[in-house]
């Protein structure tokens, strides 16, 4: 892959603890450098969460009972993201000399559901590719628990940095 194809690159901090037995990072925490990168994505829409918090779009609530199952307290934030799949195909074992980097990207919105993919790779040798995955999210009601159309004014934020028309 090339650089233009994933605008957002997150730089992975290999540490001992992510090691197993085999001296290479175990496979569950690669979903943990997918979400830190996932994190990181996200901080790149701060101009879009300012924007929320200043102007929130009008939502008519809905009179559904609070879902216990998810917690918010009476003044958060009551809409977001929620993971509803991910999956990673590993490639290459990391070790603990790698310099790896994840990239993100969006490649689909939904009504609900945003489509992301990921790749880890070295740093300096982009050909070394030590995983790829993919992730689908959900933007959500927290009280109720039940997905949400994406905000219009998301789509536009993810299309900004993304620099091209999603689907």
């Not at 945003?114 to 959500?140: K, N, P, Q, Y």
Request: net charge negative; glycine share 4%; aromatic share 10%.
């Amino acid at each position: 892959m090339s650089v233009e194809t994933y605008r957002c690159w997150y730089p992975v901090q290999i540490r001992f603890r992510d090691l197993d037995p085999l001296a290479h990072v175990n496979n569950t925490v690669y979903f943990v450098y997918l979400e830190e990168a996932r994190s990181f994505y996200f901080d790149q829409l701060a101009p879009w969460r300012k924007q929320q918090a200043e102007e929130p779009e009008h939502v008519q609530e809905p009179t559904e009972d609070h879902n216990p199952r998810i917690q918010t307290g009476p003044r958060g934030h009551h809409y977001g993201i929620l993971v509803k799949e991910a999956t990673c195909t590993y490639h290459i074992p990391l070790v603990r000399s790698d310099r790896a980097e994840v990239g993100v990207r969006v490649t689909k919105v939904g009504n609900t559901s945003i489509i992301m993919e990921h790749e880890i790779r070295d740093i300096t040798d982009h050909s070394r590719i030590f995983a790829t995955g993919r992730s689908i999210l959900v933007w959500c009601n927290y009280r109720t628990g039940r997905p949400h159309p994406v905000p219009a004014t998301m789509r536009a934020a993810f299309e900004q940095l993304e620099q091209h028309p999603l689907p």
